[in-house]
C-alpha cells in the first residue's frame, strides 16, 4: 500500500501565486451568484493557467462565481481576484443574477380571493 501524497507533493500552488500576491479583487461587485460568460473573440495568450481555465469553463454558458470557484478548487477570495482580472481584461463579462420576482401585496391577494369566492 502506498503512503498518502502530503499536500506539498499534490503541487499546491500558493493562493497569493495564483492571485501575483494580491489579497483583494479591483472590484467589489461580485456576489456568489453573479453570473459570468467568457467573451469568445479574446485570445488567451499570456493569461495564468487559471485564468486560462476560466475563460474555457465560461465559454459554455455562463456560471455562477460559486460554480467556478468550485470546478478551481480555489478559495473564493482567489476565484473573484482572478475573475476581476478577467473582466478588467475584457476576457469574461459578469452580469447580476436575475432579481426574484416581487412578492404581490397580501391585501391585493385577499381581494382576488375574495372577488374568486363571490365568483363561485
Do not use: W
Not at 470546478?71 to 426574484?100: F, Q, W, Y
Amino acid at each position: 500500500m502506498t503512503p498518502p501524497r502530503s499536500r506539498r507533493d499534490r503541487g499546491l500552488v500558493r493562493p497569493y501565486v495564483v492571485t501575483e500576491g494580491r489579497a483583494h479583487p479591483t472590484r467589489n461587485t461580485l456576489d456568489l451568484v453573479t453570473l459570468v460568460t467568457a467573451v469568445n473573440n479574446r485570445p488567451v495568450n499570456g493569461l495564468s493557467p487559471e485564468k486560462r481555465r476560466v475563460t474555457e469553463l465560461c465559454r459554455g454558458g455562463a456560471l455562477s462565481v460559486a460554480e467556478v470557484a468550485g470546478h478551481l478548487s480555489l478559495a473564493m477570495s482567489v476565484t473573484k481576484v482572478l475573475l476581476s482580472d478577467l473582466i478588467d481584461s475584457g476576457h469574461i463579462t459578469v452580469r447580476p443574477p436575475v432579481p426574484k420576482a416581487q412578492l404581490p401585496d397580501a391585501q391585493l391577494l385577499q381581494e382576488v380571493l375574495d372577488g374568486l369566492r363571490s365568483r363561485f
